[in-house]
């Protein structure tokens, strides 16, 4: 199962609201999780389930979507926000991830 | 609190064998838990490897079935990758990774990773 993510890179301001895509080939149900990765840093889980916060994250992380198409949006951005967003299917083997949704300051 | 930690070498001969372990702290390798490896090419993006389970049962990609195995020892709470033939193209960071399962599966636990290089 592909997964593509977009934008491939997102300039924001502190305070935006951001929505990032992940579309799968083909449907994974809710099956889906979305990461925050920092350079030099260990993937971070953010939403679970598709739409499952985890414990610790902030309430300005949400997901949603189902099947083929989901959303990963930050309400109101924070300097810590900037960093590279990805998501993973679990699914169906081989678990696959998308390539990713640097987000930048503008 | 649960912690992984990948070591092994950082530098690996073309054709040869790169073996990495992931130290498990904190709990139980042994718990209801799929343990997966994760690699990462400079600058590019996550390839899920494979994954192992207490039972012994493991799932690879397909991709890389033929040269990897993944096992872990539940007496020294550790699970380890062994890949052979390596080439250029298995250079990347490696993370060691859990799977839990709450209302479904998913990846919520990741070790800090290593680099490791294959050159001659």
């Known amino acids: 199962i592909q997964l593509t993510q977009s934008p491939f890179s997102l300039s924001a301001s502190v305070g935006d609201r951001v929505t990032m895509t992940c579309r799968a080939s083909q449907g994974v149900g809710r099956s889906l999780a979305w990461y925050q990765q920092k350079p030099g840093k260990a993937p971070k889980l953010l939403i679970s389930i598709a739409s499952t916060l985890q414990s610790g994250v902030p309430s300005r992380f949400s997901g949603s979507g189902s099947g083929t198409d989901f959303t990963l949006t930050i309400s109101s951005l924070q300097p810590e926000d900037f960093a590279t967003y990805f998501c993973l299917q679990v699914d169906s083997y081989p678990y696959t991830f998308g390539q990713g949704t640097k987000l930048e300051i503008k | 609190q649960v912690r992984l930690q990948e070591s092994g070498p950082g530098l690996v001969k073309p054709s040869g064998t790169l073996s990495l372990t992931c130290d498990v702290s904190g709990g139980s390798i042994s718990g209801l838990n799929w343990w997966s490896w994760v690699r990462q090419p400079p600058g590019k993006g996550l390839e899920w490897m494979g994954e192992v389970y207490h039972s012994g049962g493991t799932n690879y990609n397909p991709s890389l079935r033929s040269r990897l195995t993944i096992s872990m020892d539940q007496s020294k709470n550790f699970f380890s990758l062994n890949l052979n033939s390596v080439t250029a193209a298995d250079t990347a960071v490696y993370f060691c990774?859990?799977?839990?399962?709450?209302?479904?599966?998913?990846?919520?636990?990741w070790g800090q990773g290593t680099l490791v290089s294959v050159s001659s």
């Open positions: 990774a859990r799977s839990t399962h709450n209302s479904g599966w998913y990846i919520d636990l």
